[in-house]
T-cell receptor, first 111, second 112 residues
Framework: GENVEQHPSTLSVQEGDSAVIKCTYSDSASNYFPWYKQELGKRPQLIIDIRSNVGEKKDQRIAVTLNKTAKHFSLHITETQPEDSAVYFC??????????FGTGTRLTIIP | EAGVAQSPRYKIIEKRQSVAFWCNPISGHATLYWYQQILGQGPKLLIQFQNNGVVDDSQLPKDRFSAERLKGVDSTLKIQPAKLEDSAVYLCACTDNYNEQFFGPGTRLTVL
């Protein structure tokens, strides 16, 4: 089955700096790669996603890049703010819309 | 648009007891998922329904977990009997088949 690895598990950055979280996946057939943000005690919320026919997608301060050859994708957050502090999960589809999640990255923005 | 509804939000039971969770997905979303999220981990798929049929239940511990979606709308997940390691948040999610999954608020289960 699909396996998604996510690094780092924890990340602390100074407010205003950029944060990068990386994921690799195993199934070359995966074609949809969402990123979820989960605040403490709350549900995962989709923040950005990318499909396999696109190499990069940006939405304001958030961007995602995809390298299908290397089977990895990354989340980039620029000009970080305290409200960006949360746990971020990457995921990949492996047939029938079944999402496999990474292990999560706890991002802390230092004021 | 109304979101995914789940109840109860919290449940505390003793081991070997039974518990049931309920989910009402977004109207028109044919695909429904139940995930288990243990503290500090990512959500793990337990079962996926397409309308009222099971698409994938390969990671559902069938000796104690069961789920149904009889009319293809709302769904229930049951654990009988519960074990200590079942303590987790149980998330329901749905999709309209464009891949984006919408999650409910979850049910936090504590097994003592």
């Amino acid at each position: 089955g699909e396996n998604v690895e996510q690094h780092p598990s924890t990340l602390s950055v100074q407010e205003g700096d950029s944060a990068v979280i990386k994921c690799t996946y195993s199934d070359s057939a995966s074609n949809y790669f969402p990123w979820y943000k989960q605040e403490l005690g709350k549900r995962p919320q989709l923040i950005i996603d990318i499909r396999s026919n696109v190499g990069e997608k940006k939405d304001q301060r958030i961007a995602v890049t995809l390298n299908k050859t290397a089977k990895h994708f990354s989340l980039h957050i620029t000009e970080t703010q305290p409200e960006d502090s949360a746990v971020y999960f990457c995921a990949a589809t492996w047939r029938n819309e079944k999402l496999t999640f990474g292990t999560g990255t706890r991002l802390t923005i230092i004021p | 648009e109304a979101g995914v509804a789940q109840s109860p939000r919290y449940k505390i039971i003793e081991k070997r007891q039974s518990v049931a969770f309920w989910c009402n997905p977004i109207s028109g979303h044919a695909t429904l998922y139940w995930y288990q999220q243990i503290l500090g981990q990512g959500p793990k798929l337990l079962i996926q329904f397409q309308n009222n049929g099971v698409v994938d239940d390969s990671q559902l511990p069938k000796d104690r977990f069961s789920a149904e979606r009889l009319k293809g709308v709302d769904s229930t997940l049951k654990i009988q009997p519960a074990k200590l390691e079942d303590s987790a948040v149980y998330l329901c999610a749905c999709t309209d088949n464009y891949n984006e999954q919408f999650f409910g608020p979850g049910t936090r289960l504590t097994v003592l």
